[in-house]
């Protein structure tokens, strides 16, 4: 089964500081993405990766910027966290086809004081 | 991008099935129904997916309408694992994966009666 792991699962940040959230795939996948989920919102594309070193930009990028520096890794910065920022981020992967379903981590429960 | 439209929520009894509906009128020739469930503090989870013909997995199984315009998700024997937000998404085969945008939205929120 195709494992995706969050590093954290709650995380606790002050207001200004920088913020990583880290997410690590163990099936070779081309794709990968950082989505976060607020009540009465959904899920909302942040960041996507499709290779390593290539990003595009989702739906809310703005506050964010993400890392790939390998295949298998794909991190989420926050540069200046605010407290609108808090929300459940979850990352996910998939293979480079169009339908290929998408593997979810658990998810980041972020809290921006 | 064609949109899903979905009940919000759904109620049903343990060992029953339980059909969820979704609508997608405005689909394309190249879009794929994808089921996805999300479990109480989890991310999402992958469920079925399909284009034409009724799909069967281990999960469930997934009913599509002759026009396309409606499926159904089954859970054949429901129990109380199985309560969860149930989304319906389209995927279109022609596009990379970034440029559609995945739209979850709000989802099915099915609840099991014990």
């Known amino acids: 089964d195709v494992k995706v792991t969050q590093s954290s699962r709650y995380l606790v940040k002050r207001t200004g500081e920088k913020v990583f959230l880290e997410c690590v795939q163990d099936m070779d996948h081309e794709n990968m993405f950082w989505y976060r989920q607020d009540p009465g919102l959904g899920l909302r594309l942040i960041y996507f990766?499709?290779?390593?070193?290539?990003?595009e930009k989702g739906d809310i990028p703005e506050g964010y910027s993400v890392s790939r520096e390998k295949k298998e890794r794909f991190s989420l910065i926050l540069e200046s966290a605010s407290t609108n920022q808090t929300s459940m981020y979850l990352c996910?992967?998939?293979?480079?086809?169009?339908?290929?379903?998408?593997?979810f981590g658990n998810g980041t429960r972020l809290t921006v004081t | 991008d064609a949109k899903t439209t979905q009940p919000n929520s759904m109620e049903s009894n343990e060992e029953e099935p339980v059909h969820l509906p979704c609508n997608h009128s405005t689909i394309s020739g190249t879009d794929y129904i994808h089921w996805y469930r999300q479990l109480p503090s989890q991310g999402p989870e992958y469920v079925i997916h399909g284009l034409t013909s009724n799909v069967n997995n281990r999960m469930a199984s997934l009913a599509i309408a002759e026009d396309r315009k409606s499926s159904t998700l089954i859970l054949h024997r429901a129990t109380l694992r199985d309560a969860a937000v149930y989304y319906c998404?389209?995927?279109?085969?022609?596009?990379?994966?970034?440029?559609?945008?995945?739209?979850f939205g709000q989802g099915t929120r099915l609840t099991i009666n014990p």
């Open positions: 990766s499709y290779d390593v070193k290539m990003k």
């Open positions: 998404i389209l995927r279109d085969s022609l596009r990379s994966q970034g440029a559609q945008k995945l739209v």
């Open positions: 996910a992967s998939s293979l480079s086809t169009g339908t290929s379903p998408l593997h």
